[in-house]
């Protein structure tokens, strides 16, 4: 869940998503540790992966690395799906067929290239 105020978006998640995730952020700093992102697209992604995150830990890995790919992507430290892919250790296309859900859930328009 998230509230726009303006044109940016303030994530909402429980101390608990923080809590039931603290081992899908580790590997979400590590990743963003090989793909050498900045602080702010690590914030946002962080962001995005908690406010967004399924119930289910089999789907938390594509979208631990969609949340990466957006947040890069939001905060201009653009990095390709693949070396996304490659620093999480999922599939390109995974992260193919869910940054658009993610950018979306972040309150933000996808381009249309």
Request: net charge negative; with cysteine; charged share 25%.
């Amino acid at each position: 869940m998230f509230i726009t105020t303006g044109c940016i978006p303030l994530f909402v998640y429980r101390a608990s998503d923080e809590r039931e995730n603290t081992d899908w952020l580790a590997q979400l700093e590590l990743a963003a540790d090989r793909l050498e992102l900045g602080t702010e697209a690590r914030s946002r992604a962080r962001d995005i992966f908690l406010s967004t995150a399924p119930e289910q830990d089999r789907s938390k890995q594509t979208a631990l690395a969609s949340s990466l790919y957006v947040g890069a992507l939001v905060a201009g430290d653009e990095k390709s799906q693949q070396a996304v892919a490659d620093a999480v250790g999922v599939s390109r296309l995974s992260v193919q067929q869910n940054w658009k859900d993610q950018l979306e859930a972040a309150g933000l328009e996808p381009p249309s290239w």
